[in-house]
């Protein structure tokens, strides 16, 4: 395994009980000796309920509440360390861990929905040329960076949640779409990232549904197999950002272990339900991938994938060469891939005012 796409190790208290999903609070009560529906009462506690201590369950025999308090479980929180609002209503939040790392997520509201963009990585060690997160790497400002544990993951919604019960979005009581296009690689945390969309899509868990939840990856082609097979029922997105694999190389460089051709290989094997198709994502860079050829090229190379396109005009950062294109430019590029058939939307990111656009998040461990 090179260093590009080394999995880090999470560091999650094996005495956390938000880091066990269904199976892993079965095995600890096995374990402790205790019939397996007390299982199923924490997880109700935990992942349904949302409660934050273990003396709030007050159906679990006060015996086992006592065991697991002395034994050193519990349930961990995120802190909250900062919150700024964009001047377009969206909301950075940046969450603190108890190990010092730290990772961001985003509030965007819109008419009718309240979209949560959260991250599965504190920062990303793909290190893509036209993003802040990649180029802050796994490893700055002290912190060697890493992948979000369950708790951390879900950490991310319930603080998103109790903003929204606060009533700061004003028309909206719940979120209503969870994306996971933060910070970092959610297909290099994939254990916890499966278990977190079990948990999150559970009814009878925190009870979001899978069709209103999207997975953002870099195109890590066998990884996309796993989840394929894992049935989430989730929505794919890839961020494509080059249709040749000399320029995808160059601006995401996991294109060198995982070329076009195996990646797309993978989105045609995707199992896809009915009448859902895989969103590919297109940041567009002025003169660099925003040619007519390179519409064409991506048109080709789309041809038997079901799919559908977004463009993200390339959100400008501190120390970068790259622009974004005029307006006009982008407009024409989405023209040439509708009149080629297909269904392309271009994309305003929220939040440029306070670093929490596209490709943003964690721009000021940069600083
Ligand atoms: N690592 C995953 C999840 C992060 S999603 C992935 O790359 O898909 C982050 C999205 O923001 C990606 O689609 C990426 O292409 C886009 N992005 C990154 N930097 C950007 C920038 N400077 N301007 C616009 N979009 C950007
Ligand atoms: Fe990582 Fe995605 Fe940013 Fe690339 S675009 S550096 S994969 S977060």
Redesign the pocket.
């Known amino acids: 395994m090179t260093s590009i796409d080394k999995k880090t190790d999470t560091c999650p208290s094996h005495k956390d009980l938000k880091d066990m999903d269904k199976a892993g609070l079965a095995a600890l009560m096995e374990s402790l000796g205790e019939k397996p529906f007390r299982a199923r009462q924490l997880y109700d506690w935990i992942f349904h309920k949302g409660v934050s201590s273990i003396a709030e369950m007050t159906d679990l025999a006060l015996s086992l509440r006592e065991r697991l308090t002395e034994e050193g479980y519990h349930l961990s929180t995120s802190e909250l360390i900062q919150e700024h609002t964009s001047s377009d209503g969206s909301m950075k939040l940046v969450l603190g861990f108890n190990d010092g790392e730290q990772a961001e997520c985003v509030l965007i509201p819109d008419d009718n929905r309240l979209t949560l963009c959260i991250s599965s990585q504190s920062g990303?060690a793909?290190?893509?040329e036209f993003?802040v997160?990649?180029l802050t790497g796994l490893g700055t400002g002290g912190n060697i960076g890493r992948n979000l544990t369950l708790s951390e993951l879900i950490g991310q919604v319930r603080t998103g949640e109790a903003l929204v019960r606060k009533g700061l979005f004003a028309g909206h009581i719940t979120i209503t779409n969870i994306v996971l296009m933060g910070?970092?690689?959610p297909l290099l945390n994939l254990d916890n990232v499966i278990k977190f969309i079990g948990v999150l899509t559970d009814q009878g868990g925190m009870g979001y549904a899978a069709r209103r939840v999207t997975l953002s990856t870099?195109g890590i082609a066998p990884a996309i197999k796993e989840l394929g097979s894992a049935m989430t029922g989730v929505n794919l997105a890839v961020?494509l950002n080059a249709a040749t694999d000399e320029m995808r190389d160059w601006l995401?460089p996991?294109n060198k272990k995982y070329p076009l051709k195996q990646l797309i290989l993978a989105l045609r094997e995707y199992p896809l339900k009915k009448r859902r198709r895989i969103t590919i994502e297109y940041v567009l860079i002025k003169g660099i991938n925003d040619t007519d050829k390179d519409a064409k090229r991506l048109a080709r190379l789309l041809r038997y994938v079901e799919c559908m396109i977004n463009l993200i005009p390339f959100n400008p950062f501190p120390c970068t060469d790259f622009e974004r294109p005029e307006d006009s430019e982008v407009v024409r590029f989405q023209h040439l891939l509708l009149e080629e058939g297909y269904t392309a939307y271009i994309r305003a990111s929220r939040g440029p005012d306070i670093g929490a656009a596209c490709?943003q998040l964690g721009a000021k461990r940069r600083d």
Do not use: W
Request: hydrophobic content about 35%; charged content about 5%; proline content about 0%.
């Open positions: 990303c793909l290190g893509c993003c997160t990649g910070m970092g690689e870099a961020s995401m996991i490709g």
